[in-house]
């Protein structure tokens, strides 16, 4: 399911490149790090109703400019975009870093072109702060950073 989700048209736009089987272990590898290290990463997004995977929302421990934080990322298939699930999964993550976490704010970095992960970021009330540059595959990513403060 995992490369099924990582192989999905809107996935590969925004990343810009195919995920292999050995990409996919990857991927998978680097969840589980996650979990051991911070006990939460990506989480299967499911629709309550149906009970079919949708997507993939999580909190991640990110280094932004050499500052250690708690980023929420979602990555859906393209076919479930505009149900609300990336804005319900990531309210959840941002009420799980705030109020289990204790963080004192949590972001979202998002790459310019990805219009509907900006709106849902938004939809949170986290406000665009700033941008830098990731390096992935050599390829070098814009990512704008959005923010929110704990209440």
């Given at each position: 399911m995992i490369a099924n989700i990582m192989r999905d048209a809107g996935v590969l736009k925004i990343w810009e490149h195919y995920f292999s089987d050995d990409d996919v272990r990857e991927w998978i590898d680097r969840r589980k790090k996650?979990?051991?290290n911070y006990r939460i990463d990506y989480l299967l997004a499911v629709n309550k109703l149906s009970q079919k995977i949708v997507g993939q929302i999580g909190l991640l421990k990110e280094n932004i400019d050499g500052e250690e934080i708690w980023a929420i990322g979602y990555i859906?298939?393209?076919?479930?975009?505009?149900?609300?699930y990336a804005t319900e999964g990531a309210r959840a993550m941002a009420d799980y870093a705030f109020n289990t976490l204790k963080a004192p704010k949590i972001?979202?970095?998002?790459?310019?072109?990805?219009?509907?992960?900006i709106a849902v970021a938004k939809r949170l009330g986290m406000i665009e702060t700033g941008m830098f540059i990731k390096s992935y595959r050599g390829i070098e990513m814009p990512h704008l950073i959005f923010e929110l403060n704990s209440k």
């Amino acid at each position: 399911m995992i490369a099924n989700i990582m192989r999905d048209a809107g996935v590969l736009k925004i990343w810009e490149h195919y995920f292999s089987d050995d990409d996919v272990r990857e991927w998978i590898d680097r969840r589980k790090k996650g979990y051991e290290n911070y006990r939460i990463d990506y989480l299967l997004a499911v629709n309550k109703l149906s009970q079919k995977i949708v997507g993939q929302i999580g909190l991640l421990k990110e280094n932004i400019d050499g500052e250690e934080i708690w980023a929420i990322g979602y990555i859906l298939m393209s076919e479930y975009y505009g149900n609300g699930y990336a804005t319900e999964g990531a309210r959840a993550m941002a009420d799980y870093a705030f109020n289990t976490l204790k963080a004192p704010k949590i972001i979202c970095d998002i790459r310019p072109m990805n219009k509907s992960s900006i709106a849902v970021a938004k939809r949170l009330g986290m406000i665009e702060t700033g941008m830098f540059i990731k390096s992935y595959r050599g390829i070098e990513m814009p990512h704008l950073i959005f923010e929110l403060n704990s209440k």
